[in-house]
């Protein structure tokens, strides 16, 4: 093992903690969940700031990182749908936005190019907001509760940034799709 292998092992054991964490959701032990949820994100930061601190990324981590973020949110996002403690209509916004850009990032790869992804500033966002929203919501069950008003605007939140993002990378990818297919039909 090499010291340049730190954030990947970091990541590895965050991917590790999904089914124990969703297990214990299930279980609807919130207060542990949320320890180790704020465990996972300190994980994820540290393994970021190695990686981009002593020059240590690579391939394998820019795909493990995002897929143990997306492992944990999405897991953490459907249980707690499952449970009511999120409305339906918001997981399911959240899943198609995933599935409509995975689709498409397929699509553009295999039919038209490949391409490096880069997340909009809108994305990160999206992000942010549903990692405060889970954050609440186990706050809220597992240590005491949080006024209504704080849950509705994180869930409104979620729910604008989630249709925002999914728009704007619909747009800008359909743009780019359209413009090499004009370009590879130009005489």
């Given at each position: 093992?090499?010291?340049?292998?730190?954030?990947?092992?970091?990541?590895?054991?965050?991917?590790?903690?999904?089914?124990?964490?969703?297990?214990?959701?299930?279980?609807?032990?919130?207060?542990?969940?949320?320890?180790?949820?704020?465990?996972?994100?300190?994980?994820?930061?540290?393994?970021?700031?190695?990686?981009?601190?002593?020059?240590?990324?690579?391939?394998?981590?820019?795909?493990?990182?995002?897929?143990?973020?997306?492992?944990?949110?999405?897991?953490?996002?459907?249980?707690?749908?499952?449970?009511?403690?999120?409305?339906?209509?918001?997981?399911?916004?959240?899943?198609?936005?995933?599935?409509?850009?995975?689709?498409?990032?397929?699509?553009?790869?295999?039919?038209?190019?490949?391409?490096?992804?880069?997340?909009?500033?809108?994305?990160?966002?999206?992000?942010?907001?549903?990692?405060?929203l889970v954050l609440a919501i186990l706050f809220d069950q597992g240590v005491m509760a949080l006024p209504a008003p704080i849950l509705i605007g994180l869930i409104a939140g979620v729910a604008l940034t989630t249709v925002s993002s999914g728009g704007i990378y619909?747009?800008?990818?359909?743009?780019?799709?359209?413009?090499?297919?004009?370009?590879?039909?130009?005489?």
């Amino acid at each position: 093992m090499k010291p340049r292998d730190i954030p990947n092992l970091i990541t590895a054991a965050r991917i590790l903690l999904v089914p124990p964490i969703l297990w214990l959701l299930l279980q609807e032990r919130y207060s542990t969940v949320l320890l180790l949820f704020l465990l996972a994100g300190a994980s994820d930061g540290l393994d970021g700031f190695l990686a981009k601190r002593f020059g240590w990324s690579t391939y394998l981590g820019s795909i493990l990182d995002p897929l143990a973020d997306k492992l944990l949110l999405m897991g953490a996002i459907v249980v707690l749908g499952w449970q009511g403690n999120l409305p339906v209509w918001l997981v399911v916004l959240v899943i198609l936005r995933d599935v409509v850009i995975v689709s498409g990032a397929l699509s553009y790869h295999y039919l038209i190019e490949s391409f490096e992804a880069s997340p909009l500033f809108v994305s990160k966002l999206n992000t942010v907001v549903q990692i405060l929203l889970v954050l609440a919501i186990l706050f809220d069950q597992g240590v005491m509760a949080l006024p209504a008003p704080i849950l509705i605007g994180l869930i409104a939140g979620v729910a604008l940034t989630t249709v925002s993002s999914g728009g704007i990378y619909v747009w800008e990818w359909g743009r780019r799709a359209l413009s090499k297919g004009k370009q590879a039909n130009a005489p």
